[in-house]
Nanobody
Framework: QVQLVESGGGLVQAGGSLRLSCAAS????????MGWFRQAPGKEREFVSA????????YNADSVKGRFTISRDNAKNTVYLQMNSLNAEDTAVYYC????????????????WGQGTQVTVSS
């Protein structure tokens, strides 16, 4: 099992940046595919970004391409989401997720979830 704890959310003005972090417990972090999802009020949870076990492959939703970058530091058991050029549509609770399976863009593809961190972008 793995436990995930997100941090780094907050209030930011449109056009600004934030970096989210997700710290994972356990000694086998580098065997997990990691993903970021988000959920806005009244909407379903949606895929944002994902990264393969060793960080060699990354995947992004079309809505964040060119603005968000996912990365991981396996020595620190941490995955990051650098978010630039934020806009009001990025306002949501952001969740970190993990799976031992291949990268997935859907929520059922992940076995472990963090508690979420709120990101609010003011326009």
């Amino acid at each position: 099992q793995v436990q995930l704890v997100e941090s780094g959310g907050g209030l930011v003005q449109a056009g600004g940046s934030l970096r989210l972090s997700c710290a994972a417990s356990g000694r086998t972090f580098n065997s997990y595919t990691m993903g970021w999802f988000r959920q806005a009020p009244g909407k379903e949870r949606e895929f944002v970004s994902a990264i393969s076990w060793m960080g060699g492959s990354t995947y992004n939703a079309d809505s964040v391409k060119g603005r968000f970058t996912i990365s991981r530091d396996n020595a620190k058991n941490t995955v990051y989401l650098q978010m630039n050029s934020l806009n009001a549509e990025d306002t949501a609770v952001y969740y970190c997720a993990a799976t031992r399976d291949i990268v997935s863009r859907s929520t059922p593809g992940y076995d472990y979830w963090g508690q979420g961190t709120q990101v609010t972008v003011s326009s």
